[in-house]
């Protein structure tokens, strides 16, 4: 059925309001298929805590004698500003010395989203949440089996058809919600929570800050990405992956199976790409609200995982973000023309978010569409919008832009590696057992609880309306 989203209640927030998850708007909840429950898809999905290895596509892994190499850089997030030439006499005239306010106020806004994030006002978060429709069911997700583990998601058989592009009007006549991002050609820039029948936040259709500043970055953003987009560029692997034949990169840091830790990316025949695009001021921009979108929607996972990224940067200095202000150790570039195959990723936290933002001049009503399988979904995906999906529980795909569009986009995410090494004390599984055995046997042991704490890590609108927000948990 089409379901189209109810004209935007917002106006337009300060250019330098980027951080803000969304202006006062309406909200429209997307209610997932009647027969969906994420609950027995996140039992499915976790399994025991082996380490799993992925070839990123674009991405190769630094082995231990190339890192001790690296000079030690601690200040990762705030660089200091460099110190003016000794030798310059020349006056400081108003403008540098606007500049330089200018530098130390950006310095100290980074301070604070370091260490506060990305809470919106009071009034704003009022006003985005007071137009919330809830639907009530009747799943009581308490009553399902108990899995183990909690981390990372189980292998599923890969399906023989997935790479099989379906038709939309297949899609809906099978049954899936067609879900519009706006009506008669206009653009709706609405959140748009997706909830499950125990009315649980599980994805989010976040859109695009109404901001005329962001919408220009985003394209600046995406030409960039189009200038290093030459095929010839890439390797064969990177060409043909898993996810679908296009060019894609990783960038940031991981930690891959048989590693003792979280080892940064090297992309060496890549680096002059990812300085373009990662130092794009739209790069900084859509990854900012990215950010802030997933701690206004989901702020138990939030905090979850920005506790342990904060740990685990304190604890190795040598590792290296893809950007100052954000709680996602990896990125993935995906360049043209990005058509993804139905899979999930195994290597992500079952639990966790990815977050996924689309760029291109393509149209969103024929193609780009985002595909989850399990919650029987077709969304529109227009240029600037950003999505939420637990990529490693639900499988998901595109629907391909027609010939002469284009399509990029910028995917940030967690592995549920990270998690378990920062929640071992630093150590993985294996390490941990050699180390300190009593506590693998108490880790092992809660294992069959985890999965239970994970869902309540979740939260429902109401939640967010009353200011409800779940406690973290520890997983040790």
């Not at 799993?52 to 892994?61: D, Q, R, S, T």
């Not at 549920?416 to 092992?444: M, P, W």
């Not at 042991?445 to 890590?457: E, P, T, V």
Request: glycine share 6%; charged share 20%; net charge neutral.
């Amino acid at each position: 059925m089409l379901l189209a989203l109810k004209p935007a209640l917002m106006k337009a927030p300060a250019a330098s309001a980027d951080a803000s998850p969304n202006s006062p708007l309406d909200i429209c909840p997307v209610i997932a298929s009647g027969d969906a429950d994420f609950a027995a898809l996140l039992y499915a999905a976790i399994d025991r805590e082996d380490e799993c290895n992925e070839n990123l596509p674009g991405a190769k892994l630094i082995t231990s004698a190339m890192k001790d190499a690296w000079p030690v850089k601690k200040a990762r997030f705030n660089d200091p500003m460099p110190a003016l030439d000794a030798t310059d006499n020349s006056p400081l005239n108003s403008s540098h010395q606007q500049s330089c306010q200018h530098k130390k106020r950006h310095h100290a806004h980074n301070k604070q989203i370091l260490v506060n994030g990305y809470p919106p006002s009071v009034k704003t978060a009022q006003k985005c949440l007071s137009s919330a429709e809830i639907v009530q069911t009747v799943l009581d997700t308490t009553k399902l089996p108990v899995a183990s583990g909690a981390r990372t998601a189980l292998n599923k058989p890969i399906p023989q058809n997935r790479r099989e592009i379906p038709e939309i009007k297949a899609l809906v006549d099978d049954g899936f919600q067609y879900v519009a991002c706006g009506m008669d050609g206009v653009l709706s820039k609405a959140p748009q929570p997706i909830v499950n029948r125990n009315r649980l936040i599980i994805g989010h259709i976040a859109g695009a800050p109404q901001d005329s500043t962001y919408d220009k970055e985003a394209k600046d953003l995406f030409k960039v990405i189009i200038e290093e987009s030459d095929p010839n560029t890439f390797s064969k692997d990177e060409l043909n992956h898993k996810r679908g034949n296009f060019p894609a990169i990783n960038f940031g840091f991981t930690l891959p199976n048989g590693f003792k830790h979280p080892i940064n990316l090297e992309n060496s025949h890549h680096k002059e790409k990812i300085r373009c695009i990662s130092g794009c001021p739209g790069f900084s921009r859509v990854t900012a609200f990215q950010n802030a979108a997933f701690e206004f929607w989901n702020p138990g996972i939030y905090r979850y995982q920005k506790s342990c990224i904060e740990q685990l940067l304190a604890h190795d200095p040598e590792l290296k973000c893809t950007t100052p202000k954000t709680i996602f150790p990896t990125t993935a570039c995906n360049f043209r023309n990005v058509c993804c195959y139905k899979h999930h990723d195994m290597q992500n936290c079952p639990f966790g978010w990815c977050a996924i933002t689309a760029l291109g001049d393509f149209d969103h009503t024929l193609g780009g569409h985002l595909v989850l399988w399990e919650l029987k979904l077709d969304i529109e995906f227009p240029h600037g919008y950003t999505v939420f999906i637990p990529s490693a529980t639900i499988t998901h795909s595109n629907i391909p832009v027609v010939d002469g569009d284009v399509r990029v986009s910028i995917t940030q995410y967690c592995t549920g590696s990270i998690f378990c090494y920062v929640d071992n004390g630093f150590r993985t599984d294996r390490a941990l057992h050699e180390e300190d055995k009593k506590r693998y046997e108490k880790s092992q042991a809660q294992k069959d609880h985890m999965w239970r704490m994970s869902l309540g890590l979740l939260s429902t609108v109401q939640d967010l309306k009353i200011g409800k927000h779940p406690a973290v948990p520890l997983f040790q």
